[in-house]
């Protein structure tokens, strides 16, 4: 599904760096529509659909650079910077929408960067680049996407009637978002360690 654009990408002359600044503008787009759905409500279907996209191009960048040659280690430093700037953009909007405590979506910014952070960190000290864990970058966008749907569905069918146990839907959300993250720090660090006991073994 992303071979084919990426080849074409990469017989245009796109650099993959456009691709990578181009998942924060997509990146911002659903940040700001998660903002003012508190007063546009159907803006939350909008919403998931850019924060898929930011997901897509954050694929198709590396896609890119190897189609084109230009795969090099910069690369991997603009790869990453604008997934954590992505994240931080996305949950703020939640954060301000007036559907979400700012609390609960703030923490969920901080975990999707810590677990981010723990990932890299493995091949900072000489393990590898850990990925695993419940809510890696795919499944924190596919949670978000379902608290935002279900909301909609809710100011549609419910009367606007958010709450669930005293909490919005997507309060809720972020709090899976954060326990998800809690988890995939844990896992990602349990395998950093494990492979640098293995390879100090003697």
């Known amino acids: 599904m992303a071979r084919g654009p990426a080849q074409a990408l990469a017989r245009a002359g796109v650099h993959p760096d456009v691709v990578s600044y181009g998942s924060i503008v ?6 700001l529509c998660f903002w003012q759905s508190g007063t ?6 909008v919403a ?13 960048d590396g896609m890119v650079a190897l189609e084109s040659g230009r795969a090099s280690l910069r690369g991997e430093i603009v790869n990453e910077l604008p997934d954590r700037v992505s994240d931080v953009i996305i949950f703020a909007g939640v954060a301000h929408s007036g559907w979400a405590s700012p609390i609960p979506a703030y923490w969920a910014a ?4 810590m677990t981010a952070y723990v990932g890299v960190l493995g091949q900072a000290v000489g393990a590898r680049r850990e990925y695993g864990g419940l809510m890696s970058k795919p499944w924190r966008m596919v949670i978000l996407n379902v608290g935002a749907w279900t909301t909609l569905a809710c100011i549609w069918w419910r009367g606007g009637d958010v709450r669930l146990a005293g909490w919005t839907v997507l309060d809720w959300t972020c709090v899976v978002v954060v326990a998800g993250c809690v988890q995939t720090v844990a896992a990602r660090l349990r395998r950093i360690l494990r492979t640098l006991r293995e390879k100090a073994a003697p």
């Open 26 to 31: 997509a990146s911002i787009a659903a940040g």
């Open 40 to 45: 546009t409500p159907w803006l939350l279907l």
């Open 48 to 60: 998931p659909i850019f924060c898929h996209l930011r997901l897509y191009l954050n694929m198709l």
């Open 110 to 113: 901080i975990m999707a960067l």
